[in-house]
C-alpha cells in the first residue's frame, strides 16, 4: 500500500511541473503505472483482431452498393499500401524507443509539443467516437433477427456497454486474454468465410452456380455515382476511399500498446512487419471474393439505395452474410452473423481500451487533467476508463434515428480523425528521420527500419492529405434528398480539419513551445530504462514455465503461423 501511494505522489509531481513531463515522462519510471501485462501473443492478435472489425464487415457492404466491386477492390489495396507505409513508419520508432505515451510521445520529442498535443487529442476524439460506433453496428447487425420496431436498439446498445467498460475495468491481463481468444476466433472465421466464399464462387454452393465473375459483367464491376459514364464511375471509386480507409483504421493501435507490452523490442517491429501479408490476405482477398458473389444492387444488401430501405428485418448489414444467403445454404447466415456480432463486440472492447490509454498518457504528459493519469493498484486508469465509458452514451443516438444514418455520420467523424492520426505519425517519422540524420545515429543500431525510409513517409503523407480534403466530396454536389448541400454530412466530414489546427496553433499560442531542432531532439531519454528492461525480461523468459503452458502451445502449434 505505501508503495502505491509513493507511485501516486511522483505521478503528482510529475503531471503538475516538479518532473519533466514534455519527454514522454520516462525519467522516472515509478511514473509508467501501467503493468507490462501484454505478452507477445497479446500484442500479434490485438494488432491483427483490433483491424478485423467493422469496417471490413458492414461497411464493405455500403461501398460495395455504392461502387461496384471493382472500385472496392482498387481502392481497399491501394488505402492498404498506404496504411503498410504507416505502419513501416510506426514501427521504426516504437522500436528504437518503446514510449509508454505512444506515437504521441514521438511527436513531443521529434516535431513539436502542439503536434503531440494534437495528436493526442485527436485519436482520443477518433476512439471515443468508434466505441459507439461500434455498438450502432451490433445494432445494426441484430436488426437481422429483430426489427427496431420490436425491440428497440438502445436496449442492445445497454448490453454491449454494461460487458465492454466490464472486461476493460478487469486489468489488462485479463483484457489481453480475453482478446486474444476472440481475435483467434475472428480469424479463424475470416479464414473461414475466404474459404467458403472461393467454393461458392466455384460453384460449390447447394445451388451449384458457378457464378466466377459474373457479376463484374452485369451488373458491372464499376457503379456510377453523381453523374453517369466513365467520371460517374471514377467518382463512385473516390467515394469508397471512406470506406476503405473506415475498415484499416485500428491497424495503428499497435503503437499504443507498447507501454504494457512485454518485451517491445521484439513484439512491435514482428507485428508491423506482417501486416503487408495480413492486409494482402484479410482484406484484399476478401473483398475480391465478396464481389464475385454479392451484385451491388442485390436487394439484400441493407446499404443498397432502392426499396429494400424499408424492409430493414430482412436486409443484411454484411455483404458476407449476403453472399451466403444468395447461395441458399440454410442456417448458415444465422451463424455468420452471430459471428459479426462477436468481431464488433471485440472491436467495441478494444477501442474503449485505446480510448482508456489516449486520455491516460495525455495526462500523465500534463496535457489534460491530473486526475485521468491516476491508476488503481491492477494498473487500470480508471478515472479515464471512466471518461471514455461516458461519451461512448453517445451510441443511445439510435434511439431516435435511423442505425445507417447514425452509422454514417460515426463513419464519417472518424475517418477524418484517423486520417489526421495517420498524417501526425508520417510527419513524426520524418523529422525522426531528420533527427537520426543530424545525430549521426546509424541505420545498423535501429531494431527495426522502414524499408521506404523517409520517402515512403512523404508518398503516404502526400496521399493521405489527399483523401482528407476530397473523401466526401459529394457533399458539395446537388443531392435531391438534402438539396444543394449537405450540411450534415459536410460537417460530420471535415470537422476535424480546423479542431486539428485550432490545438495545434492554440497550444503554440498558449505554452509558447518551440518546433524540435533535428540536432537536438532526444533520442535517447528513457532508451536506457528500455534496454535493461529488456535485458531482465529475456533472461527471466529462458527460466519461465509459463511457455509450456496450454495456451501458449495452442498458440505455437496452431494459430502463430497464420501471422
Request: hydrophobic share 50%; with cysteine.
Amino acid at each position: 500500500m505505501e508503495k502505491s501511494l509513493k507511485a501516486e505522489d511522483t505521478v503528482s509531481k510529475q503531471i503538475s511541473g516538479e518532473g519533466d513531463i514534455e519527454d514522454g515522462g520516462l525519467n522516472n519510471p515509478n511514473h509508467v503505472e501501467l503493468h507490462r501485462a501484454l505478452k507477445a501473443r497479446h500484442i500479434t492478435m490485438i494488432a491483427i483482431g483490433g483491424a478485423i472489425g467493422t469496417g471490413l464487415i458492414i461497411g464493405t457492404g455500403e461501398a460495395l452498393a455504392k461502387a461496384g466491386p471493382g472500385s472496392i477492390l482498387i481502392s481497399y489495396s491501394w488505402v492498404g499500401f498506404i496504411v503498410y507505409l504507416v505502419m513501416c513508419a510506426l514501427g521504426e520508432m516504437a522500436a528504437w524507443l518503446p514510449l509508454p505515451s505512444g506515437f504521441t510521445g514521438y511527436a513531443v520529442r521529434f516535431v513539436d509539443p502542439a503536434l503531440g498535443f494534437a495528436l493526442g487529442w485527436t485519436y482520443w476524439f477518433k476512439y471515443i467516437i468508434l466505441s459507439p460506433n461500434q455498438m450502432t453496428a451490433g445494432a445494426l447487425v441484430i436488426s437481422y433477427w429483430i426489427p427496431t420496431e420490436k425491440v428497440n436498439a438502445g436496449v442492445w446498445i445497454t448490453v454491449f456497454l454494461v460487458l465492454v467498460v466490464s472486461i476493460n475495468y478487469f486489468g489488462v491481463r485479463f483484457f489481453g486474454e480475453f482478446e486474444f481468444w476472440l481475435s483467434s476466433f475472428k480469424v479463424i472465421v475470416i479464414l473461414g468465410l475466404i474459404l467458403l466464399s472461393f467454393i461458392l464462387m466455384l460453384g460449390g454452393g447447394p445451388d451449384h452456380d458457378r457464378k466466377g465473375f459474373r457479376y463484374w459483367k452485369s451488373p458491372g464491376a464499376f457503379n456510377t455515382y453523381v453523374m453517369e459514364g466513365n467520371a460517374g464511375r471514377f467518382l463512385a471509386f473516390w467515394s469508397t476511399m471512406v470506406s476503405a480507409t473506415f475498415a484499416y483504421l485500428g491497424t495503428e493501435l499497435v503503437g499504443v500498446t507498447v507501454g504494457e507490452a512485454q518485451n517491445p523490442r521484439k513484439t512491435i517491429p514482428k507485428a508491423i512487419k506482417l501486416t503487408f501479408y495480413r492486409i494482402l490476405v484479410f482484406y484484399v482477398l476478401s473483398v475480391l471474393l465478396v464481389g464475385t458473389l454479392v451484385p451491388y444492387n442485390s436487394p439484400l444488401l441493407l446499404f443498397a439505395t432502392g426499396s429494400n430501405n424499408d424492409k430493414k428485418g430482412s436486409a443484411a448489414a454484411s455483404p458476407f452474410v449476403v453472399a451466403i444467403q444468395l447461395a441458399a445454404i440454410p442456417a448458415l447466415p444465422h451463424i455468420l452473423n452471430a459471428c459479426i456480432l462477436l468481431f464488433v463486440f471485440s472491436a467495441a472492447n478494444s477501442d474503449l481500451y485505446i480510448a482508456t490509454r489516449t486520455i491516460y498518457g495525455l495526462a500523465r504528459e500534463g496535457k489534460a487533467p491530473r486526475i485521468f493519469a491516476r491508476t488503481d493498484r491492477r494498473g487500470v486508469p480508471v478515472f479515464a476508463l471512466a471518461i471514455s465509458s461516458l461519451i461512448a452514451l453517445l451510441a443511445y443516438m439510435n434511439v431516435s434515428s435511423s442505425s445507417q444514418t447514425v452509422f454514417k455520420y460515426f463513419v464519417n467523424l472518424v475517418s477524418i480523425f484517423g486520417l489526421l492520426t495517420w498524417i501526425s505519425i508520417l510527419v513524426t517519422h520524418i523529422h525522426f528521420v531528420r533527427a537520426r540524420k543530424a545525430q549521426n545515429v546509424p541505420d545498423e543500431s535501429l531494431a527495426y527500419k522502414a524499408p521506404f525510409g523517409a520517402a515512403g513517409s512523404y508518398f503516404a503523407l502526400a496521399f493521405c492529405c489527399l483523401i482528407a480534403l476530397t473523401k466526401n466530396f459529394d457533399v458539395f454536389i446537388h443531392n435531391p434528398k438534402y438539396g444543394n448541400f449537405d450540411y450534415k454530412n459536410f460537417i460530420t466530414a471535415y470537422l476535424g480539419i480546423p479542431l486539428y489546427l485550432i490545438m495545434i496553433f492554440g497550444y503554440k499560442l498558449w505554452t509558447r513551445c518551440e518546433r524540435v531542432d533535428p540536432k537536438t531532439a532526444d533520442l535517447w531519454s528513457g532508451k536506457d530504462e528500455i534496454d535493461r528492461e529488456e535485458a531482465e525480461y529475456l533472461a527471466a523468459k529462458e527460466a519461465e514455465a509459463e511457455k509450456n503452458s496450454d495456451a501458449n502451445i495452442f498458440y505455437q502449434k496452431f494459430v502463430s503461423w497464420l501471422f
